[in-house]
């Protein structure tokens, strides 16, 4: 596995064989951390933007699995202005074993990865977050056994999160439905790339929240406002207002069906806070759920 960037470049079975080493992984919890089959393996972590859940899940991964990371905060380092991307992509190859890189433009990612001799993962840029799918179908798996045949409904923005989600769904035979308000849905480049990479893939755009949810198993939602999109909040807030994921649309959806969120989330914008927390909500088993996945993605990477 070379280089992990949307999750449109893995095959299905290439993401189940990955679920079920992360479902082991968490399974066998400590015990088989005595194996230690990353010793003296290193990860390089340039991050642009923020984290809680993917810089500390892919540390902890490291360390739990006897390797090692060195985080590197974008702005401290220069990444792309004291030195360019392909310049510091051949060089901290040659110290670490795989880089996680959080970015702003996806464009930064491919250079790095072009030039890069070891392993990209891509940990969130603003047009895929295959980490994030990747535990998400995880958790899918946990909570309903096998998810093909499954429908997610993803009520907000067309965003990166969504992107991948909308790859991995596809790519295991989940239908995938965005809602989402006109300007907000999927661009022509991502429904190209999805057409080609997943040709089976059940992906449909419906405008109207409630026959979004109405058969759906798994309700998902992310914040309307992304890091780097912070001067279009408010009219954000605006066109998104009627896609708030709230008991009134829960009350829309199957009663088995289950709330998702990445995380962190904006109480009183995409979701409510009684929703968050109710019964339905599987959204910190899924956070919970990224330091496995990882794992299981850096196992298959470095070793
Ligand atoms: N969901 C997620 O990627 O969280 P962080 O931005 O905190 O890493
Ligand atoms: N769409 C969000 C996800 C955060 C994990 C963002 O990019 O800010």
Redesign the pocket.
């Given at each position: 596995m070379r280089h992990v960037l949307s999750l449109l470049e893995l095959s299905r079975e290439e993401i189940l064989a990955l679920l079920d080493e992360a479902a082991a992984l968490k399974a066998e919890g400590r015990k088989r951390q005595r194996k230690l089959p990353l010793a003296g393996r290193v990860l390089g972590m340039v991050f642009e933007?923020p984290?809680l859940?993917?810089r500390v899940s892919f540390q902890t991964a490291m360390a739990q699995l006897g390797g090692a990371s060195v985080f590197l905060a974008g702005s401290e380092v220069g990444l792309g202005s004291r030195e360019s991307i392909p310049d510091f992509a051949r060089v901290m190859s040659q110290y670490v074993d795989a880089v996680v890189l959080r970015t702003f433009q996806h464009a930064t990612v491919e250079t790095f990865a072009a030039y890069c001799t070891c392993p990209v993962i891509n940990g969130?840029s603003?047009t895929y977050?295959p980490c994030?799918a990747l535990g998400d179908l995880l958790t899918m798996r946990e909570v309903f056994g096998d998810i093909r045949g499954r429908t997610l409904a993803f009520v907000g923005?067309g965003?990166?999160?969504a992107r991948s989600v909308a790859v991995g769904c596809g790519k295991l035979g989940v239908r995938f439905v965005l809602s989402a308000p006109d300007a907000y849905g999927f661009d022509a480049a991502f429904l190209d790339a999805y057409r080609q990479q997943v040709p089976r893939g059940e992906l449909a755009l419906v405008c109207d929240p409630a026959q979004a949810v109405c058969d759906a198993d798994v309700i998902y939602t992310?914040?309307w406002?992304?890091?780097?999109?912070e001067g279009e909040c408010e009219q954000r807030r605006r066109s998104f207002a009627n896609y708030q994921v709230n008991a009134e649309l829960l009350a829309k959806a199957p009663a088995h069906a289950r709330v998702m969120h990445?995380?962190?989330a904006h109480r009183g914008e995409e979701i409510t806070g009684d929703v968050l927390e109710g019964e339905r909500s599987v959204v910190f088993q899924q956070a919970g759920n990224r330091l496995h996945a990882q794992k299981a993605l850096l196992q298959a990477m470095l070793r």
């Open positions: 933007k984290s859940r993917t969130l603003d977050h994030q923005d965003n990166n999160v992310d914040v406002t992304s890091m780097g999109q990445c995380l962190p």
